[in-house]
């Protein structure tokens, strides 16, 4: 018998739901300071940050991962995130270019 206390970790399948919900409280106010720690505790499965405010809990965010595997419909999910993402990221490319076009045709940059 091993006396090591490193508990056992079986790596994450995606889709599956093969792991336990783990909760962080974070302020908001830890997360304007540092909010690379928050996104970094979030990729692991299941970490789900619970936001404070005043002490009091006002808000949670998980992964994508998280959520999909939670919602039952694991690939319909994720078909709807990527689809939600494609569509913001062809929006944002379209006013980008719009606003380039009109920076090249105004002479005098206002």
Known sequence: MSHNSEPI????QPGKLDFQIVEKEVSV???RRKPSAV???LETAGHV??????GKRDC???SIETHACLSGDYEKTMREAEE???KWRA???????K?????????CGS
């Not at 970790?9 to 994450?12: F, G, L």
């Not at 940050?49 to 005043?54: D, Q």
């Not at 929006?91 to 270019?97: A, L, M, N, V």
């Open 9 to 12: 970790t079986i790596p994450h």
């Open 29 to 31: 106010t830890q997360f």
């Open 39 to 41: 996104w970094a505790y």
């Open 49 to 54: 940050i619970i936001f404070t405010r005043r």
């Open 60 to 62: 949670a965010i998980m």
């Open 84 to 86: 939600a993402a494609a």
């Open 91 to 97: 929006e944002r490319k379209t006013r980008r270019q």
């Open 99 to 107: 606003a380039k076009e009109a920076k090249q045709h105004d002479p």
